[in-house]
């Protein structure tokens, strides 16, 4: 199966986490966000145009990286990444959504909002991000406090979702004061399939 993405998109990373931990094989073909030529090329290939987007080898596309996640899990012989009991199930997608709508869309919209030239910045923009980033970080404070990760012992999902961003949040939003996130934060990032997505990352990091 073919795995269309880019390097820094947390969306895409949230994925090739998964895929790493899995261990499962896949042909990574990156799609060049910043190219109008490839972007448009991409829609012919997914109209919405949005990364990650997993092919099957018959063609079937999938596209949204929980479903993406979700279909992984349902193939992968080896490590799970959605609890197999229906209550841990439900709880772990549920914090999945809540870092993939509340966290991550509003670290990029901030992310994105702050590279634009003061005057053509939006101070709601940045409020209203900045709003629920900080509700976000005080949910995620609470939810690991004594724990390792989001659902406890068991590597999920919702840590793939919930990683990601904060490479860029780090920045932009810094969580110094949340003991919680930066412990999540230093365990995360030390995790074989994360330096190795972020060492493929850094080139297009540099370049940005
Ligand atoms: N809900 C989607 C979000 C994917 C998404 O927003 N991807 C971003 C990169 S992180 C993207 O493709 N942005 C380009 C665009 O919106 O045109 C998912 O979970 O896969």
Not at 140 to 167: I, Q, V, Y
Request: proline letters at 8%; hydrophobic letters at 40%; aromatic letters at 12%.
């Amino acid at each position: 199966m073919e795995l269309h993405y880019h390097p820094l998109s947390t969306y895409s990373q949230k994925v090739l986490i998964a895929l790493f931990e899995m261990g499962i094989e896949f042909e990574p073909k990156i799609v060049n966000m910043f190219d109008p030529e490839q972007r448009a090329q991409y829609r012919s290939l997914y109209p919405i145009g949005k990364v990650p987007l997993l092919v099957l080898d018959d063609g079937h596309p999938i596209p949204e990286s929980s479903i993406i996640v979700e279909y992984l899990n349902s193939i992968s012989d080896g490590v799970r990444l959605i609890p197999d009991d229906p209550t841990e199930a439900r709880k772990t997608r549920f914090l999945d959504r809540m870092y993939d709508l509340y966290l991550n869309n509003n670290v990029g919209a901030l992310f994105f909002e702050l590279r634009k030239p003061d005057a053509e910045r939006s101070q709601s923009v940045i409020d209203g991000a900045n709003e629920k980033i900080a509700i976000m970080y005080n949910n995620m404070e609470d939810n690991l406090s004594g724990k390792h990760w989001n659902r406890g012992e068991m590597f999920t999902m919702a840590d793939c979702a919930a990683g990601p961003p904060l490479f860029y949040a780090q920045q932009i939003a810094p969580f110094d004061d949340k003991p919680n996130i930066k412990a999540f934060w230093e365990r995360f990032s030390g995790r074989p399939s994360y330096q190795r997505i972020m060492a493929e990352a850094k080139p297009y990091l540099d370049a940005m």
